[in-house]
């Protein structure tokens, strides 16, 4: 799968690479960078926005936002913590995004939770405390609702989005198969 | 752009008919949708398969619902899921009131509604508040039922029923076999014969009134109700006569005013069901569907093999035989458009020694002649040379040969051909799946291409010198030269063949050129299919063979086997 994938090069000046393999753009805006734990290579890519700064009132130290690997956050994505009044006082709840996570270029993402293998396509809403089993698909445009469950192989789409197929047995594989690939073909230009 | 894989439905396996017949689409499907059966040896698709459903669950709260429970309610989630009733997403209990513990700003206690989050419906719109956030369902159930007649009704009815077809059989009338009327004690089938018999046959309503008019005076004069089942009135609980609906001629003008109504389609986005208009009155939130994960089976009624057995707790199968696991993967890219002053004035009929003309000139021209590459969403030119590349990705631990041709449809296309299809290579070798740090020996396999070209006719493997046959890597060539004995041809044959369509190796892909020629004047779709024959080594069953004696023993142990299927390539429209 995937033979006639062209590399997508980067700038070398715009990306930093870590030791886990990361590669994570100097134009993304990072704020709360020691709340975000990313599980390795994984992209991050110019202009994604992620919230590590909306932290927990407790004290102590909390990870925000938890990545697994190869997931992929697009050019303009804004990935934040849920938040809601609990007794009385608002706060924020953490981010937990598993591995083989695709999230498209100028999506908003809330949820609470992403399974592996969840593809999030261009320019969806994803609300707060949204829970995304694993392997699902939001297809390109949708508006998830608060506090929607999405249910492991089963595809989303619309304003608001509703269920509106389910997905391959093959599935797993493929979306494994096209998140390495993505970040194998993501190399520096020469 | 696309590549469709055939499924023969239970059929033998054969080529599909032409892309031209549009009933033969429903055979083709995606790779990744495709189930592969091992005992027929067969293609599977999700239209022949057998689907059983294995379990149940609610995707709102992803519950595993005990199957014994799930026509009781309806399919539908029984606990505290349900669905608004204007744009169908999930809705949220909310608390409303204060309970003395928490500070007055935070609402924490009864009474409880439901809201949507979307749409910001709320369940006291239509005055529906809760005492308890848990088991809202019960709690709904019993305010619903108090107001919709019909289920009550429905529920009623069943019991009235129920209670005779449950209740014991009264003993049989003794010597009253002439009674002409059936009942219980008589067979099902002669039941059923019976009503055949007496249905009304459209056109006949004259007749069947007046058989039915004699039959009923028969039973007034007879009044003879042997073997009849005694089976209780049924009084209805509400009628609508008594609601004060019933109102006569007014309706009728009602009705005959209804003829000037433009019957039209519907303005967009407002489907019937979802027309939230339409349902202002009735606007309760429904519990959410179900949702199910099924057990998939071979069709062929003398295997039934599970193919799909999913895990009820996760999102893995305990069995999951699919297609993409046993054919190769088979994708189309790389577009290059011919530029060549040549060949162009013959470009004027389709005919096949025309085209064969062409193509040799062609390949003449092949040095000079210049290809400029093209995105492959392009628009596609009337009257152009265009090659593409296949590519073959092998699943298979063990190397296959690929036989590539045109299928010869059962049928004549219905429409003329708007493009000539032509494979320079037709047999190839795809090498196996290997983990991706074996990769890296490469050379080895660049080295088995030499073999692969240094075949002789008559099937005995010509080894390159440069390389003697040293190690484990001798076992592998000769198999590969058994598996390469059908491509035949000469040494300088070979080269050339392979300059020329650019076969194109690396791991266990292999890619083949495909020359596709636009005739002029064409218009529509370029859809053509093609017929993939593989040969693959099938692992003998006697696994406790003697390592020494593998030598000997290789040719004879090893067996091969061929596999055939057809794809169905779409390249997209030509724009003139």
């Known amino acids: ?190 | 752009m696309s590549v469709r894989y055939h499924c023969s439905h239970l059929a033998d396996p054969a080529p599909p008919l032409p892309p031209s017949y549009a009933s033969s689409s429903s055979s083709f499907n995606p790779l990744g949708e495709l189930y592969f059966c091992e005992e027929c040896d067969a293609v599977r698709c999700d239209l022949c398969c057998v689907s059983e459903i294995a379990s149940y669950f609610c995707p709102n709260c992803t519950f595993d619902v005990p199957s014994a429970n799930v026509r009781g309610d309806k399919n539908r989630c029984a606990r505290s899921c349900f669905s608004c009733p204007d744009c169908t997403t999930p809705l949220q209990v909310q608390a409303t009131g204060t309970t003395e513990d928490a500070g007055p700003s935070a609402p924490s206690g009864p009474p409880f509604i439901l809201i949507c989050p979307c749409c910001r419906w709320s369940s006291r719109e239509v005055a529906l508040e809760f005492e308890k956030s848990a088991g809202l369902a019960l709690q709904l159930q019993k305010l619903l039922s108090a107001k919709d007649p019909a289920q009550p009704e429905f529920d009623a009815l069943k019991d009235h029923l129920d209670t005779y077809i449950t209740s014991p059989a009264p003993a049989p009338t003794p010597a009253r076999s002439a009674s002409k009327h059936p009942t219980r004690h008589i067979s099902h089938l002669t039941q059923m014969a019976a009503k055949a018999l007496h249905r009304d046959v459209p056109g006949m309503a004259a007749a069947g009134a007046v058989a039915k008019s004699g039959l009923r005076r028969e039973m007034k004069g007879g009044g003879e109700r042997y073997g009849w089942d005694e089976l209780g009135e049924y009084g209805t609980k509400e009628s609508w006569r008594a609601r004060g609906l019933e109102r006569g001629d007014e309706d009728v003008e009602a009705m005959r005013r209804l003829g000037g109504i433009r019957m039209g389609v519907e303005p967009e986005g407002s489907s019937w069901y979802n027309d939230g208009k339409r349902r202002l009155t009735n606007r309760y939130p429904e519990r959410i569907p179900l949702q199910t994960k099924l057990t998939k089976r071979c069709p062929h009624p003398a295997c039934r093999h599970l193919l799909i057995q999913p895990d009820t707790k996760s999102t893995r199968f305990k069995i999951k035989m699919v297609a993409a696991n046993y054919l190769p993967v088979v994708e189309i890219g790389r577009r290059r458009r011919r530029i060549d002053g040549g060949g162009h004035g013959l470009m004027s009929t389709g005919s096949m020694e025309e085209a064969e003309v062409r193509r040799k000139e062609r390949r003449r021209l092949r040095g000079r002649g210049e290809e400029v590459d093209e995105d492959m969403g392009a628009p596609i030119r009337p009257g152009e040379v265009y090659t593409f590349q296949i590519a073959f990705t092998n699943p298979l631990y063990d190397p296959i040969q690929v036989r590539l041709t045109q299928p010869t449809a059962p049928l004549p296309a219905l429409l003329p051909a708007n493009h000539l299809i032509h494979i320079p290579t037709r047999d190839f070798i795809v090498n196996p799946l290997k983990d991706a740090w074996s990769y890296d020996d490469e050379e080895e396999y660049a080295d088995m291409e030499g073999t692969e070209m240094g075949t002789s006719e008559d099937g005995s493997s010509v080894l390159p010198s440069s390389r003697g046959t040293l190690g484990p890597a001798a076992g592998k060539r000769s198999r590969l030269s058994v598996l390469a004995t059908s491509s035949g041809g000469t040494l300088r044959d070979k080269e050339r063949r392979k300059r020329e369509s650019e076969v194109d190796k690396k791991g266990n892909c292999t890619k083949v050129g495909v020359e596709v020629e636009i005739l002029p004047g064409a218009t529509g779709e370029v859809v053509f299919d093609l017929e993939v024959r593989f040969t693959y080594r099938v692992d003998d069953t006697d696994g406790s063979k003697p390592k020494g004696a593998e030598k000997e023993t290789q040719k004879g142990k090893e067996e091969y086997k061929h596999f055939t299927f057809w794809a169905r390539v779409d390249l997209g429209c030509i724009s003139p």
């Open chain 1, 1 to 190: 799968m995937g033979a006639f994938d062209a590399p997508i090069p980067y700038d070398k000046a715009v990306y930093i690479e870590t030791d886990t393999g990361n590669k994570v753009s100097r134009k993304a805006l990072i704020q709360g960078a020691s709340n975000i734990v990313l599980g390795g290579k994984s992209i991050i890519q110019t202009g994604a926005i992620l919230r590590g700064d909306l932290r927990r009132n407790a004290p102590g130290q909390h990870p925000v936002i938890t990545m697994g690997r190869y997931c992929t956050v697009g050019e303009n994505a804004v990935l934040r913590p849920p938040g809601k009044m609990y007794k009385g006082q608002f706060t924020y709840y953490p981010q937990r995004i598993a591995d083989f996570v695709t999230i498209g270029k100028d999506a908003v993402v809330e949820a609470a939770q992403i399974g592996s293998g969840v593809d999030i396509g261009e320019g969806a809403v994803i609300g707060q405390f949204v829970i995304i089993k694993d392997l699902a698909v939001i297809r390109p445009g949708t508006v998830l609702a608060d506090a929607t469950v999405v249910s492991s192989m089963s595809v989303w789409e619309g304003n608001p989005g509703r269920l509106v197929d389910t997905l391959p047995e093959t599935y797993q594989e493929t979306v494994e198969a096209s998140c390495r690939s993505l970040y194998q073909r993501f190399r520096p230009n020469a």
